[in-house]
DNA sequence: CGTGCTAGGTTCCTTGAAGGAACCTCACCC
DNA sequence: GGGTGAGGTTCCTTCAAGGAACCTAGCACG
């Protein structure tokens, strides 16, 4: 199968997705940022396979998103805890999150909640311009090319698009 | 190897990640918001095999993130356009772009920038507080049990971790 | 009217990763 | 020196990703 490697395309996107775009990834991130950092632990939460689970975590090790850290020296314990990097993906979680309520909680209600601790509310996270402040959509903003763009496989169509736009 | 099926499981980040943990998923929205929404073109921007291409399609239509529309009847032609549900998972799209962006672009900058309509600047997405408007980390928020929560499969030990949160 | 082009897929085959479960190893503990 | 628990590896099977060829319907043109 031979997954298409896509870190070499000019798009954020697809490089983040290279690493994050699977279904065991975003969930291990879960729950290591939320607190449950060890093999076991890991293992029994998600139900996934030891094996599959010991690969992404050496994956995510490599790309510098977890470190693999010793809690006690007797016995010798590990656990993986999450980088600057990998803590920054938390947002990618929360806005999965987000649509997932909106879209698949049940009349109970989403199952897990938030709370903010420097306002102290429950709320829920969104999406905002860095520049105002206003919720983004898809609707108003618009994707330009950067200074980092080639238009790369990965990005044919959508490079002559963007193109097309700046000039017209 | 049958993916584990994670539909079931009592987290809306499961849920979102059963439909869009895959790499091509998220590609594939990010090219029909932006404006890439024939098959053909589709195809030849990601460099997908076709045939995937074509269940990925099928998957986000059943999913009622895309709709299947006729833009022509002489001759028939039809392509892809996202629903609310679809559009609204642009914020997961700029969430993956931004941290590609600071984690990934090269010296030459990122390889595409956003302009926001509503302000006119160029501008990054942020993930903020929905009550206060301050920028979330994982650092600054907490994860309760919500409403909707059940312990089920995929969550065994964070559902203990949560419920000892909520109590201590 | 037959040949060709384009959009939009399907079919076929091969490979390799996901799942599952058993096994392994080291250090402790009694 | 047998048991236990953490933290993985190994082995085997199955099923979907990739790739490329093939298919079909509707023009369109000479």
Redesign the interface.
């Known amino acids: 199968m031979t997954?298409?490697p896509?870190s070499g395309v000019?798009?954020?996107?697809?490089?983040?997705?290279?690493l994050?775009?699977?279904?065991?990834?975003?969930?291990i991130m879960?729950?290591v940022?939320?607190?449950?950092t060890r093999f076991d632990?890991?293992a029994?939460?998600?139900?996934?396979s030891r094996k599959v689970l010991a690969a992404r975590l050496a994956r995510l090790v490599a790309e510098g998103v977890l470190v693999r850290e010793r809690y006690q020296e007797r016995p010798v314990r590990e656990h993986y805890v999450?980088t600057e990097?990998g803590?920054?993906?938390?947002?990618?979680?929360?806005?999965?999150?987000?649509?997932?309520?909106?879209?698949?909680?049940?009349e109970?209600?989403?199952?897990?909640?938030?709370?903010?601790?420097?306002?102290g509310?429950?709320?829920?996270?969104?999406?905002?311009?860095?520049?105002?402040?206003?919720p983004?959509?898809?609707?108003?903003?618009?994707?330009?090319?950067?200074?980092?763009?080639?238009t790369g496989?990965?990005?044919?169509?959508?490079g002559r698009?963007?193109k097309s736009r700046a000039h017209g």
């Open positions: 997954r298409t896509l000019a798009c954020s996107i697809a490089r983040a997705t290279d994050f775009g699977d279904a065991w990834t975003a969930l879960r729950d940022l939320v607190g449950v632990d890991l029994e939460d998600l139900g996934i999450a990097k803590r920054e993906l938390y947002p990618v979680l929360l806005a999965l999150m987000n649509w997932g309520d909106r879209w698949y909680a049940g109970s209600g989403p199952p897990v909640r938030l709370r903010h601790l420097g306002c509310e429950l709320t829920s996270a969104v999406c905002a311009c860095a520049t105002c402040g206003e983004l959509t898809a609707d108003d903003t618009l994707e330009l090319p950067g200074p980092g763009g080639r496989p990965g990005t044919q169509v959508l698009l963007l």
